[in-house]
């Protein structure tokens, strides 16, 4: 199983992340139009999460290459992020008792290749974990931040009801490349103050990326970065499984960490300094 080692104690070019100096500033459709396709709603006697995965993809996005078989964006199943050994579907579904796969679904849009539904083994907890197209590492970061403004609804139908992620999620979390080290967002992702949410970021330099939109969503960030990182699975299972347990950030925060140390066989304080929680 093929996992990215570093080369100095936790930050890595391997994981295909690099500086773009030429930054893109898009200004499409997409850009200015709302992307909430029904009103926000909440779930009642459960928590949610939603995970959204930019497939790795060596040509439609600003990286370092990574080997062919798991650098196509377009192909989930031999993916970095989502396939491959320590990809999330690989990860929650093979390597984990605590999260149990309640249904799957291919091609959803030209963009989310693969949704797959997972409920905690003893906890009314579901999440939502979403591969992106990694040509379309924009609108997944788009869609990403309107998730965690309290927007975007996503619906899912189980045999015990309706189930509400998106804008409903207690946690949203996005996996893969720093998409905004390649492109500028003009959109603003002003979001509901009223209703805690929480967010992850595994993505190289994601607090320096990512912070003044997130500030704009009312979310709080729960793990981010401060360097450049591999976004395998495992930092993101061990920070939602002590979220389950409602441990204090700095625990969850430690939680991811230690899981990054053990798997990229960095110091723990190499990755205390790499992996960090607040503002």
Known sequence: MLSIKLLFPCLILLSGCQANNNVIVDTTDNDTLPITSTVIKQNEGIKTIHV??????????????????????????????WGAGYGVKSFFVNKTNDWKLVSSEKNLSKEILERLLFKHSSKDIYLLAD????????????????????????????????????????????????????????QTFKGDTTRKRETIVLACYSKNYF??????????????????????????????????????????RTAAAAAYSKYQKCSLKAAKNLLVSGW
């Open 211 to 252: 912070l003044s939109h997130i500030k704009q969503t009312g979310a709080s960030p729960l793990v981010w970065t401060t360097g450049l990182m591999a976004p395998e699975a495992y930092t993101l299972h061990a920070a939602i499984n002590m979220w389950t347990e409602n441990k204090p950030v700095p625990d969850i």
């Open 131 to 186: 591969a992106y197209d990694g040509q379309f590492i924009r609108q997944t970061t788009i869609d990403f931040l309107n998730a965690s403004s309290g927007n975007y609804a996503t619906e899912m139908k189980t045999g015990e009801g309706t189930i509400y992620f998106g804008g409903s999620s207690n946690l949203i979390a996005y996996v893969g490349h720093d998409g905004l080290m390649d492109f500028s967002l003009q």
């Open 52 to 81: 959204f995965v930019a497939l790795c993809d060596n040509k439609y996005q600003g990286i370092v290459p990574v080997p062919a078989a798991i650098g196509n964006g377009q192909d989930g199943k031999n993916n970095l992020y």
